[in-house]
């Protein structure tokens, strides 16, 4: 089956036009939270298995620990939806090989071998397609746990993989997969595309990140730089940077390193005039608590997408270099001057642009702004004395095809 183009696919419109997710690792990691017999483990804390060299037994012993009594699946929804994310990607298995979700491929999941015997995934599907989110899921290749998930019994292994994407797909409806841990040597890009092919077979519209493969171009349907940002679009590739809050992406109890609500709407906006999407990360506690930092934090940046979204849903970048005040979305004729340094003591605000503009206003309030070439080849904005929104304001110039 020849593969459609995601950058301009029906199939991917949505992913394109919802720019900002959020991303949950959850798993049995949150048990330890960072601590192992007594000391601090370096590292981000789902790697605590690894980095504290605990032998599978051990690990296993924290299952029937793990009973999150204050998880709501409608909360975390909510809180997503507040935030102004458009989808949402959790950990149904990562590296430590604990699926939490109900698998009948084997007993190490959090329906049978915990105290919670619930499936939080299936509670959490449901309560996004109530909020209007589109529901995602992680799958890690690599697995600590599993005996034959390794270079000699790879193909056992890949069996019993492929079983549980069928049951992730087919019982819970995902509209994206997020592949991850590609990296071991014993699995490769042909492996990938047969995987890939596999799936499309199951669900031809899923959207599959590239690594599902090993990161290559034609990998899956998008890019995923990981705690940072490119310094330019990626041409005809969608990509999508993923990025913790703090420095951890499973919850640690000593990490509060958290980014602040500018960071979050200014990296937002960055990613977005560069057609990116925006997959940010929560890790909540082993009770089933996102950390209420991690709450205020998307809260408040998710108030100035309430004021400012149109600048951001939808977009992709424009061809104009990027301003020294700021950066710029593109929307059809629509450009979006997002500016985090709004000018003072008069200036105005320029803008290297030399197609004729029909309009220019505030996006919030709508009033006219004044815009006329300052002969210079460049446009000269005269903005009023306050910024309309806290952490950057936008302006729309609505301009004639050149
Ligand atoms: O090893 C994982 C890590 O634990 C985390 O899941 C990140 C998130 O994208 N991915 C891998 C590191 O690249």
């Known amino acids: 089956m020849s593969k459609d183009d995601p950058f301009t ?22 048990v330890p939270a960072g601590e192992w017999n007594g000391k601090k483990v370096p590292g981000i804390g789902e790697w605590i298995m690894h980095n504290a060299k605990i032998p599978v037994p051990e690990y296993e012993k924290l299952a029937p620990q793990f009973n999150p009594t204050k998880f709501d699946a409608r909360h975390w929804a909510r809180v997503a939806k507040s935030a102004g994310m458009r989808y949402l990607v959790i950990t149904s298995k990562h590296h430590d090989g604990f699926s939490l979700f109900d698998t009948a491929v084997n007993d ?3 329906v049978d071998a915990t105290p919670f015997r619930r499936d939080p995934m299936r509670e959490l599907a449901a309560a996004c397609r ?22 000699r019994h790879a193909p ?28 071991v040597s014993w699995w490769d890009q042909e492996k990938g595309r047969d995987l890939e092919a596999y799936l499309r077979r199951l669900k031809p519209n899923l959207v599959i990140n590239n690594r599902i493969g090993k990161r290559k171009t034609d990998d899956g349907d998008y890019e995923t730089p990981e705690q940072e940002i490119p310094k330019a679009a990626m041409g005809t590739r969608l990509w999508e940077t993923c990025m913790t809050l703090n420095d951890t992406w499973g919850f640690k109890r000593d990490d509060h390193n958290w980014k602040s ?142």
């Not at 109530?130 to 270079?151: L, R, V």
């Not at 998307?298 to 990027?322: C, H, K, M, V």
């Not at 290297?352 to 210079?376: C, S």
């Open 9 to 30: 696919a029906p199939r991917t419109r949505w992913f394109r036009d919802a720019k900002y997710g959020m991303f949950i690792h959850w798993g049995l990691y949150a």
């Open 108 to 110: 190490y999941n959090i």
């Open 130 to 151: 109530g909020e209007g989110i589109k529901f995602g899921f992680y799958y890690s290749i690599m697995d600590w746990h599993h005996p034959q998930a390794s270079d």
């Open 156 to 183: 056992r292994y890949i069996a019993q993989m492929k079983e549980q994407l069928r049951e992730l797909v087919l019982r819970y409806d995902p509209a994206l997969l997020w592949f991850d841990g590609e990296w």
């Open 261 to 402: 609500p500018q960071e979050v709407v200014h990296k937002l906006c960055d990613i977005a005039s560069k057609g990116g999407n925006f997959l940010l990360n929560v890790g909540p506690t082993a009770e089933g608590v996102i950390p209420e930092p991690s709450v205020r934090i998307l809260a408040d940046a998710g108030r100035w997408l309430r004021e400012n979204g149109e600048a951001i849903y939808g977009t992709t970048f424009s061809d104009l270099p990027q301003p020294p005040w700021g950066r710029i979305t593109r929307k059809g004729s629509r450009l979006y001057l997002i500016v985090f340094d709004w000018p003072t003591s008069g200036q105005p605000l320029r803008l290297a642009v030399q197609n004729p503009v029909r309009r220019a206003a505030l996006l919030k309030g709508g009033a006219g702004i004044q815009a006329v070439p300052d002969g210079n080849g460049s446009l000269a904005l005269s903005l009023p004395a306050a910024p309309p929104s806290p952490y950057a304001s936008v302006v729309v110039l609505e301009v004639n095809k050149g």
